[in-house]
């Protein structure tokens, strides 16, 4: 009589070729939600930066002249709006980027933040940019948030 069933040796052979494949799976599942996790991290971070980027922008739509830095460069930006003076400034103890519309902005409850809890802001730096022949006189803004660096440049159109 013929035995049609499997030998042990079979069974050990399937059970683990099935362990194999069942462990790629996991690891591969692990590596898809891993990355995922960081690119979403990287997402907010970028929508961050553009926000205040854009932010930085209104605040120069229709300035009348910068305040501070008037040389050099600093993590605080005062200009003059409207006869109003705004500004925007890092604030390192809280991990913020403040901003202050009041006139004048002299007590920390004058500034909000336009920057969430969700990332880490590394640096803001804003570099006066002078006057040269023809071109006018602006500023330039460095913005570092979780380790992703954007650059945007701004110029006085008076």
Known sequence: ??????????????????????????VTAFHLLQNSGKTNARTVAQEEMNFVLKK??????G????ENPTSGSGNTLEITKAGNTLSIRLN???NKIELCVDDPCTDD????????VNVHIDDLNFTYLPAVGSSPEG????VTIDGQTATSSKYLRI
């Open 139 to 142: 500023i330039m803004t460095t």
């Open 63 to 66: 300035v009348e002249s910068v």
């Open 109 to 116: 409850a004058d500034f909000f933040p336009i920057t969430t």
């Open 92 to 94: 390192t103890t809280d």
């Open 1 to 26: 009589m013929k035995n049609r069933g499997f030998t042990l040796i079979e069974v050990i052979i399937y059970i683990a070729l099935f362990s194999l494949m069942i462990g790629s799976l996991v």
């Open 56 to 61: 930085i922008d209104w605040v120069f739509t």
